[in-house]
T-cell receptor
Framework: AQSVTQLGSHVSVSEGALVLLRCNYS??????LFWYVQYPNQGLQLLLK??????LVKGINGFEAEFKKSETSFHLTKPSAHMSDAAEYFC???????????FGTGTSLTVIP | NAGVMQNPRHLVRRRGQEARLRCSPM?????VYWYRQLPEEGLKFMVY????????ESGMPKERFSAEFPKEGPSILRIQQVVRGDSAAYFC?????????????FGPGTRLTVL
């Protein structure tokens, strides 16, 4: 079975500072990994995904994530936080043959002016 | 191209009543997923449907919950005899192909409150 752990339910960064949101996964076979962002009272929006190929994946809004098989991690980063980045972020995993997506419990990002 | 539509956005029911949640996928999308989000938790998979067929309902409670995606019209998630523990946000997502090979687009959710 697959699962996702997001370390840190709340992260605060200053505007302009590095954003690092952590995600570790568990999967017995090569996973597909995703990061989603959720703004208040809205649905989830895909930021980026890793399926195969290059392990450093670039997404929208300046975010990127790196798939590290040896560490079973898929951490999300952004070099410089913007006020508009304040939101809830979810990491998710599935298999290429899977139907289910397994989501982490989310990390709430606060950006301090 | 309109996004995934869900209605109602907010639904209040008393214990024992029925709740019907609707999801209209994006145009051209025949794959629909339903998720439940409890407060302070991530999304939990409930059911995956492809036009007129339930592909995977392993995340759906065995009783009181059902889902359908008819040939015409929206997908419906039905909760019979609601209880307070059903209070949650219910999201649907659609994709053109199976979501692991395509991008899921999420609706804004229906927030169900059971009094």
């Amino acid at each position: 079975a697959q699962s996702v752990t997001q370390l840190g339910s709340h992260v605060s960064v200053s505007e302009g500072a590095l954003v690092l949101l952590r995600c570790n996964y568990s999967s017995s076979v090569p996973p597909y990994l995703f990061w989603y962002v959720q703004y208040p009272n809205q649905g989830l929006q895909l930021l980026l995904k890793y399926t195969t190929g290059a392990t450093l994946v670039k997404g929208i809004n300046g975010f990127e994530a790196e798939f590290k098989k040896s560490e079973t991690s898929f951490h999300l980063t952004k070099p410089s936080a913007h006020m508009s980045d304040a939101a809830e972020y979810f990491c998710a995993v599935t298999l290429n043959t899977g139907n289910q997506f397994y989501f982490g419990t989310g990390t709430s990002l606060t950006v301090i002016p | 191209n309109a996004g995934v539509m869900q209605n109602p956005r907010h639904l209040v029911r008393r214990r024992g009543q029925e709740a019907r949640l609707r999801c209209s996928p994006m145009k051209g999308h025949s794959h629909v997923y339903w998720y439940r989000q409890l407060p302070e938790e991530g999304l939990k998979f409930m059911v995956y449907l492809q036009k007129e067929n339930i592909i995977d309902e392993s995340g759906m409670p065995k009783e009181r919950f059902s889902a359908e995606f008819p040939k015409e019209g929206p997908s419906i998630l039905r909760i019979q005899q609601v209880v307070r523990g059903d209070s949650a946000a219910y999201f649907c997502a659609s994709s053109r192909l199976r979501a692991s090979t395509d991008t899921q687009y999420f609706g804004p959710g229906t927030r169900l409150t059971v009094l």
